[in-house]
C-alpha cells in the first residue's frame, strides 16, 4: 500500500455464467405479432410462407415445439415451422385445399411451447383473396376423353352427347342491387395489386367498360378510382330494363403504367333486385250492381279489378272491409278473394234494403312489403220485382 495521499486501486473481476433462468424472475416465453390478419390468394401453392413471427423468452438455451392447435373451420391447409431459433413461419401445407368459394378465410390457433414447460398462443387469420377459375368439364368428360356411341344411319342434327360444365367462379362476380338504390351509391370496391417491387413499374390504372346497355348505369367514383357507384336510373319497371332481365355487364380493366402496360380483367354483374314500389289500384273509382230480390244463394253479382304496376306482378288479394249486413245477416255477401267475383251469401230482402254500401279493398301478396289498393265503393241496388204466381195449367176446354 502507498503512503498517505496515495491512490489505493484494486482490482475485481467478476465471472457471470448463467445457465438457465434469470433470477427472481419467474420464467415465461412471449409470442410476438400475433394476432395477426395475412391475405393470399386462393391458388397459393404448398410450402410458400405467408407469415413469419418470433418467440421471446426468459430463459437461454430453449427448444420450441409450435402447433397449430385449432383451426376455424377445421382443416390441414397450414403447417408451422422453426425457421432458426426463436423465429417460426406459416406456410400453405403439402395438402393444399385452399379455395375461395368454400370458404373465404379461416382462423389458425398457433400454440408454442418450450422445453422449460412454458407456452403462449396467438390467432393468425388468414384471408382469401378470389382468384379467376378455368370452367371445368363434368361427368367422363371431366377425365378429359369420352367415348361415344351411335348409330351409322342417325339422322344430322341428332344429339349424340350433351357436354356439361362448371364454372368454380360463377357466383363470385355477381352483385344484386334494389332498384331503388340511389345514384352515388357504392356497388362494389375493386381489390387489385401489382407484385413489381419497383414504385414506377408498380402503379396501374382503373378504366370500366360497360357492356351496350350498361353505358350511364354505373361509373368509378371520381374520389376513389377502385369503386363502382351507380351513376344512372335502375328501374326495373323501364321498358329497356326488361329487354336486358334487368342484368348489367361490366369489364373492369386494370392497366399497368409502366410499360409494356400489361393488363388484368374481370367481368362484374350487377343484377338488379325488383322492390314493391306501387300500390295496387282499381280500375274503376266505384262500382254499381244491381240484383233481385228473388236471386238464390250463391248468386254472381258482380267483379271488381285492380292492377299492379310493379314487375314482376304479384297476385292480389280481394276483401270486403266493410258494408254488406243487414237485419238478420251480419254479412250478406261474399268476396272471391283471388277473382274480386262479388256473390251473394243470403236472399236479399228489398223490403228490409233497397240498397248496400260496400267498401272493398285489394292488397298484393308481397310477404314483406304488402301494400294496399285505396279502398273502392260498390253500390248495390235490391232491384224490386213484381211477384205473380205462375199461372195454372189450362185444359183442352180452356178452363182452369
Known amino acids: 500500500m502507498d503512503t ?6 484494486m482490482c475485481f473481476i467478476v465471472d457471470f455464467s448463467f445457465r438457465g433462468e434469470i433470477p427472481g424472475v419467474r420464467g415465461f416465453i412471449k409470442v410476438q405479432n400475433l394476432p395477426a390478419t395475412v391475405t393470399i390468394k386462393e391458388d397459393t401453392p404448398a410450402g410458400v410462407a405467408i407469415f413469419n413471427f418470433s418467440v421471446v423468452s426468459t430463459s437461454i438455451e430453449i427448444s420450441l415445439t409450435p402447433k397449430i392447435a385449432d383451426t ?31 370458404h373465404s378465410n379461416y382462423v389458425l390457433l398457433i400454440y408454442v411451447t418450450d422445453n422449460k414447460g412454458y ?30 356411341d351411335f348409330l351409322e344411319n342417325l339422322a344430322v342434327g341428332a344429339i349424340i352427347y350433351e357436354v356439361q360444365a362448371i364454372d368454380p367462379d360463377r357466383d363470385d362476380n355477381i352483385l344484386s342491387i334494389p332498384e ?11 381489390s387489385c395489386a401489382d407484385n413489381d417491387v419497383d414504385l414506377a413499374n408498380s402503379q396501374f390504372t382503373i378504366s370500366l367498360q360497360p357492356a351496350l346497355r350498361t353505358a350511364g348505369r354505373f361509373a368509378l367514383d371520381g374520389k376513389n378510382n377502385d369503386t363502382i357507384v351507380v351513376f344512372g336510373n335502375l328501374d326495373f319497371e323501364a321498358t329497356s330494363h326488361l329487354e336486358d332481365n334487368n342484368v348489367y355487364v361490366m369489364s373492369v380493366v386494370v392497366t399497368d403504367k409502366a410499360h409494356p402496360h400489361y393488363q388484368d380483367t374481370v367481368t362484374v354483374y350487377v343484377t338488379v333486385i325488383p322492390v314493391n314500389e306501387f300500390n295496387p289500384s282499381f280500375t274503376q273509382t266505384s262500382y254499381t250492381f244491381n240484383i233481385s230480390e228473388f236471386s238464390e244463394m250463391g248468386t254472381k253479382i258482380g267483379q271488381v279489378l285492380a292492377e299492379d304496376k310493379d314487375l314482376p306482378s304479384l297476385e292480389l288479394i280481394y276483401s270486403l272491409v266493410g258494408g254488406g249486413s243487414t237485419l238478420g245477416y251480419s254479412q250478406l255477401f261474399w268476396m272471391n278473394p283471388a277473382s274480386g267475383e262479388l256473390h251473394l ?56
Open 180 to 190: 331503388t338504390i340511389e345514384k352515388g351509391t357504392t356497388v362494389v370496391t375493386i
Open 119 to 148: 407456452s403462449d398462443f396467438g390467432t393468425l387469420t388468414v384471408l382469401l383473396s378470389d382468384v379467376n377459375e378455368p370452367p371445368r368439364f363434368l361427368d367422363n368428360l371431366a377425365n378429359g376423353v369420352v367415348y361415344v
Open 72 to 102: 376455424n373451420p377445421v382443416n390441414n391447409f397450414f403447417a408451422i415451422s422453426i425457421i432458426s431459433d426463436m423465429y417460426l413461419e406459416v406456410t400453405v401445407s403439402d395438402n393444399p385445399g385452399l379455395d375461395y368459394e368454400t
Open 345 to 400: 251469401v243470403a236472399q236479399p230482402e228489398y223490403e228490409q234494403t233497397a240498397q248496400y254500401l260496400l267498401t272493398v279493398q285489394a292488397v298484393d301478396k308481397d310477404s314483406n312489403d304488402p301494400k294496399a289498393a285505396t279502398a273502392t265503393w260498390v253500390r248495390l241496388n235490391c232491384v224490386f220485382t213484381t211477384w205473380s204466381p205462375a199461372p195454372k195449367e189450362v185444359n183442352k176446354k180452356g178452363a182452369y
Open 4 to 9: 498517505i495521499g496515495s491512490i489505493l486501486k
